[in-house]
């Protein structure tokens, strides 16, 4: 059975566990390519979410505060029409949804991009509705620290997030990126609730998404080719190619590819061929760190692909996901005795420090205090 670009994301993560911002982003004519970056930029993952609920204001602001370059808000979309943050349209893991009573009819089955789920989604709420839940962790076993500020935060709208990063930048006097990520484009197309126009009409209704840094990430391809056509190349946009690579992963195909009854696999993506290809629509490539440098069968590194090298012969940045601070997700040549939830933050240091060796241009990290010890 074809398993699902977000069940294998899951698998992989489980499995494996200011400086660069405004002024060295280069003005790119159309078809001109980046350079590889003078240091990589740190990405903070949801938000500081080793430590806060994912993809609120609490996380945010911990990201910020540790010296994140970047953070970044997932985005869904509800019954209403309004960009929301949320990991996936299912969200019956980060919010305290399945303690409200008054909500209790709503739960239903959903199939996403090929992959079944049983509970509650934000498309079927008004953003007035969702404002009366809270956020919780959804690693609680692991994350006791986060567990601790479950029911504390609400959930954002896009804006809510923009007018936020906004003001934190300008309080600190620095810039702030966003790196959103659109969410299941072909799905909610599907539905009537298209998330890319929506999501344009926000950057251009905002003073500081005009002139910020916001890279914008999928797994699909059609979404970001027609996003290059609407917005062109302006200094402070880039787009993001996410790629689930390596192996048996290779043979996975993004959703909109899927729906279409094409051929195109991420692991033709990756190759060198398909590099120059996605050059000509993306100025960024982010495969899954397992994807740069893969594990053997002892759950060490081995050699790396050849990938870094080829995506930048091709103009192509590369970014990765993501670093975790837990001792389960790190590879076993980082790992310590103190069990596999428990925090190894040297250990995780160490990983980050393997992978920059490989020339990456930027890494999104869990912990962001812990990537900027990395990154320096």
Excluded: C
Aim: glycine share 8%.
């Amino acid at each position: 059975m074809q398993r699902t670009i977000e069940t294998m994301r899951r698998n992989v993560l489980r499995a494996t566990g200011a400086a660069a911002l405004a002024g060295a982003m280069p003005s790119l004519a159309f078809g001109q390519r980046l350079a590889p970056a003078a240091r990589p930029l740190l990405l903070a993952h949801r938000g500081a979410s080793a430590l806060r609920p994912e993809h609120t204001l609490a996380a945010y602001a911990k990201a910020i505060a540790d010296g994140a370059d970047f953070i970044e808000p997932d985005l869904v979309v509800t019954k209403d029409g309004v960009l929301v943050a949320r990991h996936e349209n299912f969200m019956s893991e980060t919010t305290d949804i399945a303690t409200r009573p008054e909500f209790a009819s709503r739960k239903t089955k959903k199939t996403i991009d090929g992959a079944p789920h049983e509970g509650w989604f934000v498309s079927d709420f008004t953003f007035a509705e969702l404002k009366t839940l809270r956020a919780v962790e959804r690693l609680s076993a692991v994350r006791s620290i986060s567990r601790g500020y479950d029911g504390q935060f609400q959930l954002l709208s896009f804006e809510e997030i923009i007018d936020f990063v906004a003001a934190e930048a300008a309080a600190r006097d620095r810039i702030i990126g966003l790196v959103p990520e659109l969410k299941h484009s072909t799905y909610f197309a599907s539905t009537g609730l298209a998330l890319e126009e929506r999501f344009v009409a926000t950057l251009r209704a905002h003073a500081y998404t005009r002139r910020a840094p916001v890279h914008v990430q999928s797994f699909e391809v059609a979404n970001l080719k027609a996003l290059r056509k609407t917005l062109g190349r302006p200094d402070n946009v880039r787009l993001m190619q996410l790629v689930i690579n390596g192996g048996k992963l290779d043979a996975m195909q993004p959703a909109d590819v899927v729906a279409s009854g094409g051929a195109l696999t991420f692991g033709a993506m990756t190759t060198a061929r398909g590099l120059r290809d996605m050059a000509a629509y993306a100025d960024i490539v982010a495969p899954p760190t397992r994807g740069i440098i893969p594990l053997g069968p002892d759950e060490r590194l081995t050699r790396p692909f050849t990938l870094v090298d080829d995506a930048h012969k091709a103009g192509l940045q590369v970014h990765t996901w993501t670093f975790r601070p837990e001792n389960m997700f790190l590879a076993a040549d980082f790992r310590n005795d103190a069990g596999p939830g428990v925090r190894n933050e040297a250990g995780s240091i160490a990983e980050m420090r393997r992978y920059l060796e490989t020339g990456i241009d930027g890494l999104f990290s869990d912990d962001t205090a812990l990537a900027r010890v990395a990154i320096g």
